[in-house]
């Protein structure tokens, strides 16, 4: 009796393991959809994010999270690390455990748009979020990416006067807002024949790249240089750190775009001429208050366009956090 009872223990004991071992790999294949405080079940929101070695994009990152947590949601979020691949691959992911709606801030506007496709085709909406894809996903919020290059630009117009040489630092190149930044300060240098463009480059969006790419233009153009407009303030803080160990920036006029903490500090110590405020927190929680709306069959606006600002010594304190 003592040994059929021990054989019957054990056989029960590897059931109940096998039993957790099958749980546990289900919870990794979908993820747990538990009953939020009203009583209904709780939605779930796949998130895939440019880059979060970005710090504009950890604001979307944390006004989201803020977000979800007051509306008593389930975010799963990924980091896409600059890869479009990496992006499907997430929205595949995303798919196979059945979220309820998928944030989509996108690496490329070509590349990453088989990942809008992908969500589209199974029936999931998907929201894009800060940048743009070509195609057409359910709904957009950000910025008019168009309208920061005409900001910027416009400062750097009125700062020479309406006459000298500028270099542009650009984003990853094939982003929508590298695309979008270029086109809207080219819309104002049509306008105004006396701003010349000496050299165009990217430093994807990198202040260490940045900052060697200015020490290469200084010794290429030196003193004919008159502005610099980078597409973003991570490449402007980079392009700034040059010009002052050149012991240039005195000389030049610097444009950012973004309006993250430390440009912000930089324009009201009066080392930045400016930047462009572009409202992280705002688009990431709108973003997830969209996809609730949507999941949740509930009308909704396909395009949400939140504006620009320009930031400068006089309005600093404005942005300052």
Not at 74 to 100: C, M, P
């Amino acid at each position: 009796m003592i040994i059929r009872s021990s054989k019957h223990f054990i056989g029960m004991f590897l059931l109940l393991l096998s039993a957790l071992i099958y749980s546990g790999c289900n919870r990794d294949a979908a993820p747990d959809k538990k009953t939020a405080t009203d009583g209904s079940r709780q939605l779930v929101v796949g998130v895939s994010l440019m880059n979060l070695s970005s710090e504009f994009i950890v604001l979307i990152n944390k006004a989201m999270l803020e977000s979800a947590k007051d509306m008593g949601i389930k975010l799963i979020i990924t980091d896409a690390q600059r890869s479009a691949e990496k992006q499907v691959q997430q929205i595949e992911t995303f798919i196979g455990q059945k979220v309820d709606a998928i944030i989509l801030n996108p690496c490329e506007v070509e590349a990453s748009s088989p990942a809008v496709d992908t969500a589209i085709a199974a029936g999931i909406p998907i929201i894009n979020v800060n940048s743009a894809t070509k195609s057409t996903p359910t709904a957009f919020v950000g910025s008019s990416d168009e309208e920061s290059g005409r900001i910027a630009m416009e400062y750097i117009v009125k700062r020479l006067s309406g006459t000298g040489n500028i270099l542009i630092m650009q984003g990853y190149m094939g982003q929508a807002a590298q695309i979008k930044r270029d086109q809207g300060a080219d819309e104002v240098l049509a306008k105004n024949a006396g701003i010349k463009v000496l050299a165009r480059q990217t430093a994807e969006w990198d202040r260490a790249k940045a900052m060697s790419l200015m020490e290469n233009w200084i010794q290429t153009f030196g003193s004919k240089v008159n502005a610099v407009y980078a597409h973003n303030d991570e490449m402007a803080m980079g392009a700034l750190i040059a010009l002052e160990n050149a012991k240039l920036k005195d000389k030049i006029v610097v444009v950012g775009v973004d309006a993250i903490a430390d440009a912000v500090q930089a324009v009201k110590a009066g080392r930045l001429d400016a930047t462009v405020f572009q409202d992280a927190a705002g688009q990431g929680r709108t973003a997830v208050k969209l996809a609730v709306k949507i999941a949740k069959k509930e009308p909704f606006e396909k395009e949400t366009f939140i504006p620009f600002q320009l930031v400068t010594k006089e309005n600093v304190d404005k942005f300052a956090r």
